[in-house]
């Protein structure tokens, strides 16, 4: 059951149209805990991109409704379906000072998975009321909501170690 949760949700990143991105780092094929890792660094690569496509619009002073309405959707899919590609055997800097597997997921994301849980479902939250703004007035509040959830969670639950050459 476990191989095919894994499987069904790298399946998920690929039908985004994200696939491509993870290329660099893909693990041999059949390892599904392998694939969960890439899956989830894809999502959030995908992630950024459309955020960071609706705080253009803010930027440029525009708005276009379909825009804010397709990123807005898309990170909010994205975001609840992120928070179901942590299994515990994923938890690769819990044991090795070097681990085999590049993440960046901090081991505190499953000592406090409900917090992480939690601050991926506002994050839905929050990218869903992007998804209706109206008009720039509300997508900008919306968005600037949005970007700091991610960045709060980001300096809660990720572990960046520079590669080591």
Known sequence: MKKSVLTAAFAAALALGIGGS????????????????????????????ELGEMEAQIAEGTFDPLIAYERGAGIAAMMRAFQLLFPAETNYL????????????????????E???ELATTAAQQ?????????????????TALRASCESCHADFLDYRP???
């Open 94 to 113: 819990a044991e090795d000072e070097e681990p085999e597997v590049a993440t960046s997921a901090d081991p505190k994301i499953w000592a406090e998975f």
């Open 22 to 49: 993870i290329a660099q780092e893909t693990a041999p094929a059949g390892d599904p805990l392998l694939d969960t890792v890439n899956a989830r660094k894809a999502l959030m690569s995908q992630i950024d991109m």
């Open 115 to 117: 917090r992480f849980s």
């Open 127 to 143: 990218a869903d009321e992007a998804s209706f703004a109206e008009d720039l007035a509300a997508l900008t509040p919306a968005v």
């Open 163 to 165: 590669p080591t050459f």
